[in-house]
């Protein structure tokens, strides 16, 4: 998948994830909203190509999948929905350890 493509359906995608918040769905159903968009986008990419889903393009496919998650995932902020012991460990070492 070329780059400019990876970005035109990245943003395509990233439009319809905005729209999905705007509409109201919860901040827990982010990630599957963006999963989703982003495998219609790249299939539907991926359909209008002369030869589709050849075995050859998997890697294609499976990474253009992953950038546009990637592109998408900010709309529902996925790192500022989590705690922060779940990103990082603030808690200082004991001299123990």
Do not use: D, H
């Not at 889903?53 to 996925?78: D, E, H, K, P, T």
Request: aromatic share 12%; proline share 7%; with cysteine.
């Amino acid at each position: 998948m070329p780059s400019e493509t990876v970005i035109a359906v990245a943003g395509s995608v990233t439009a319809l994830a905005q729209l999905c918040k705007f509409w109201g769905v919860p901040n827990k159903y982010g990630p599957y909203i963006v999963f989703g968009l982003s495998l219609l986008g790249v299939v539907i990419w991926g359909a209008s190509q002369p030869a589709p889903f050849s075995r050859l393009q998997l890697w294609q496919y499976f990474a253009a999948v992953v950038n546009v998650m990637i592109s998408a995932a900010g709309v529902y902020g996925f790192a500022r929905a989590t705690a922060p012991e779940q990103v990082t460990s603030v808690r200082r070492r004991s001299p123990s350890e």
